[in-house]
């Protein structure tokens, strides 16, 4: 099981990977439903403290100068800056809620450091995300009446 934990821990890290493909991974290595869900919860939430950290100490003196890398700044910013303009600090909630590329962790973490949103309610947002994202995908997997059996023993 050690082996398989640390499978699905990697995945998470992986940027467009992440949540979605490391939950996937841990069910189909047949891991338990509500451990792969926590673990991989934990993983994006502890991830957005290193990501945060290092763009705060290294963005002006380092990634600023490689264009690729402000190019992508660029575009998280497009695509998730309307999101925080209609809700908020929620928008980044809104945007890690849908699984697909790009509307992960790395993401809403670059997306609220970029904007200069406050780094507490950011990373609040970023926790409910990646729970709701997270339950969207073990739906996906199982179907809605499948979660239902999950959680409530129907």
Known sequence: MIEKT???ILANFIPTVEQVGGIALGLSLGLNPMYTLLLSLFVNSVLFFPVFLVLEAFYDSFFSKIRIFRNFLERI???GKPYVDKYGVLGITVLMVLPTPLSGTYTGTALSWFLGLDWKKS???IFLGSFIGG???LA???GVFGILKLFLGV
């Open 6 to 8: 640390w499978l699905v």
């Open 77 to 79: 910013r497009e695509k």
């Open 123 to 125: 990373f609040l947002a």
């Open 135 to 137: 339950l969207v995908v």
């Open 140 to 142: 996906a997997y199982y």
